[in-house]
């Protein structure tokens, strides 16, 4: 029996973190501080309902601990594992917290997102061996998830190799390293990879859903976490990367724990920890990178991402893959167009469209196609110094139907909270969208409804005759260039503000540029699937919006000149 105390190195560590003697990012220090606040509740509050229990706490970490490395130098010199105080952390917390009603765990998910090559195959390697093992479960059942065989097979043939190097474990607990699945007949469990989701027939004790930012939908994660229900205390542990879909099922998950941390929801069933760089942090410096791989200088060698790191600096496609893969930052495929990191910070969930009732606005239209995301952007300059932005978008209720559990699954979440209205039949019902533009015109002042002649000419005719403001603005680097320009700097100066609307992120994050000759940028994305209707409409709106603004800048020095010659 190990006599190390893994517990008393887990808290050390949260302390550390709290204090700042460990570089941290806020997330991160979040993570650390509910661990200590808890602990202080369950000492000084007896109506606590949870309880610390350290030897549950430190058996997980004992257990790997005699777990041999299976790749690389350590694999070579027959090390066994080693945890760091960080990953202490990540496997006594959700071990250790005992439910007082019955005696189960307290966590059953764990969301853990961290850079590349900081050990997250082996700890969840030996995480599934203990829970098909150890953890006290008959007939557990355990599985690796991911999109493909392939990938699931990763953290897999990690634990089928360290079991075959440990004949201990094989002998105590009657375990067979087999091609497809460990097992265990005396126990009656089991260890397998899995593509897709286990089946109607799965009892999952444990899920290890690996790399979640690569599944496109939430299939197998919620096959497997409905599948536990029959287990009384099961864990679906999933860790992973940052990715660059916004619309991604693992996005949801991740924004949902920074909640869960930032103390906006409260779940007690999940335990997360998000390993990133801050938002005003230099991606440059090698100071910051430990925030998101706080392996550094153990199993992330610093050389090699100081090498990766000058590269990305000369090439925009390999600084997005250095910022998601080794800085943990979620990004696009492409060349941004805008910093996502900044949007997320100018969002005020508060803002209210009719709280502005009477205000100058600006609409922008982007009607590209009758069967797929229409759009339209509402810009209103609060001040000088803020501009908030509103934006409705437009789906066919069959294309939703077609989509439910394919590759856009998100619009029929997104219909439900009401960010995308749906239309009856297959293609778009453009009354809908002509009705709310007469209903915007009613509640605001509106300058302008700017739109693209192409598909837009009967809606267009429509409204002008109803005495809409329209004004045609076609779709060329010449007219979007500049706008582009001074929204990003806009938004570099954190002078937007908009209410969270996902569905409006997930278009702007979609957008991707490439200067022309003329060195004028226009709204680009890397795939089909990724739309950018929504904002192409903030765009040809912010046109007609910085064409006024001009106007009123060159009449406010003319009339200063006026009154210096006239003597006002």
Known sequence: MSSKNYTEIAEKYCR????????????????????????????????YPYTWQPKRANRICQFIEKLPHVKGEWAKQRQLVELEPWQCFLLTTPFGWIRKSDGTRRYRRAMIQVGRKNGKSFISAGLGLYMMTADGEAGAEVYAAATTFEQSSIVWH?????????PGLCKRFDVFPGSRSISSKTLGSFFQPL?????????????IVDEYHEHKTARSYDALATGMGSRSQPMLWTITTAGYNRASPCYDLYIYSKQVLQRVIE?????????QLDQ?????????????NPNLGVSVNISQMQEQCMEAQHSTF??????????DMWTSAGANWLNMHYWDECCDPSLILDDFAGQKAYIGLDLASRIDIAALCILIPIDDKEYAVFSKSYLPEDVVIMNAGATHAHYSGWADDGWITLTPGNVIDFAY?????????????????????????????ELIELNVPMRETKQWATNLSEPMRMFEGWLNSRKIRHNGDPALAWQVSNVVIKPNIKDQIFPRKDVDQNKIDAAVAMIIGKRKFQIDWKNQSSNKVKLTAFARISGI
């Open 195 to 207: 593509a897709g989701d286990p089946g109607d027939g799965s009892n999952p004790h444990c899920g």
């Open 318 to 327: 390999k600084q997005n893959v250095f910022k998601t893969k080794r800085l």
């Open 280 to 292: 005003d942090d230099d991606w440059t410096d090698a100071n910051k990178w430990i925030k998101s």
């Open 433 to 461: 969208i002509r009705r709310d533009i007469l209903d915007f015109c009613d509640k605001l002042d509106v300058q302008s409804v700017c739109f693209d002649p192409y598909q837009a000419t009967q809606l267009s005719s």
């Open 158 to 166: 990690v634990a089928k190799q360290m079991a075959v190097k440990t």
């Open 16 to 47: 550390d973190v709290v204090r700042g003697n460990i570089i941290s990012c806020e997330l991160v220090k979040a993570a650390c501080q509910r661990q200590l606040d808890d602990l202080a509740k369950w000492e000084n509050d007896s109506s």
């Open 267 to 275: 779940d007690d069933s999940l335990f997360s920890v998000i390993y």
